[in-house]
């Protein structure tokens, strides 16, 4: 499977601050990027689709201009949530998946996000 | 009609026996079905994948297709305390980065 990396692993920021998390396929070219949301106790939320060099494709109800994806290499994208507020707080997981993974998603480590 | 269905559990089993999760989903169109775990606080890790009908085994795990039933599932032999987490059917449409999760089968392994 591939090996995925997110960084940071865990961040606490006041409320209105925007914040940065990144997503590393350490091991093999992902042609498209997934992010997801998840609250405690419930399911995987997808966020939004992204594949590389492209803009990314948004899950209906989720604002675009609120979360910032950027998927500008192969093995690099980056989730910007702009102007947090504590109903932003959650756990934010990212996946890759690619021709030499058959398609098949894998997840990195997942950031928790706590706004104060 | 929710695409992937899961019983949420929580689901009981004493150690050794055998747990059995169920997954069903809804678009003929599937194609391909995974089975992810999730440990509490973490991040879903890939445990199977299975693309066509019949029996696909793993170690302890084996994953079942029955595109008929539109039915996929997991069972875990020797069941284990560590099996203990809540597992996510996955199931991919017409295109292999459609990907819908169930809601999770939450596991727990009594010693």
């Known amino acids: 499977g591939a090996v995925v990396s997110q960084h940071p692993s865990r961040v606490i920021c006041k409320s209105g601050t925007s914040v940065k998390i990144e997503c590393r396929s350490l091991d093999f070219q992902a042609t498209t990027m997934f992010w997801y949301r998840q609250f405690p106790k419930q399911s995987l939320m997808l966020m939004a689709t992204?594949?590389?060099?492209?803009?990314?494709?948004?899950e209906q109800g989720v604002e675009k201009d609120k979360f910032l994806i950027n998927h500008a290499s192969l093995t690099l994208s980056t989730l910007t949530v702009t102007s947090a507020h504590p109903e932003d707080s959650s756990f934010y997981i990212c996946s890759v998946s690619g021709l030499s993974t058959g398609y098949t998603q894998y997840f990195g480590p997942g950031t928790r996000l706590t706004v104060l | 009609q929710k695409e992937v269905e899961q019983n949420s559990g929580p689901l009981s089993v004493p150690e050794g026996a055998i747990a059995s999760l169920n997954c069903t989903y809804s678009d003929r169109g599937s194609q391909s079905f995974f089975w992810y775990r999730q440990y509490s606080g973490k991040s879903p890790e890939l445990i199977m994948s299975?693309?066509?009908?019949g029996d696909k085994e793993d170690g302890r795990f084996t994953a079942q297709l029955n595109k008929a039933s539109q039915y996929v599932s997991l069972l875990i032999r020797d069941s284990q305390p560590s099996d203990s987490a809540t597992y996510l059917c996955a199931v991919t449409l017409y295109n292999n980065n459609d990907m819908r999760f169930g809601a999770g089968t939450r596991l727990t392994v009594k010693p």
């Open positions: 299975i693309y066509s009908n």
């Open positions: 992204s594949n590389e060099g492209s803009k990314a494709t948004y």
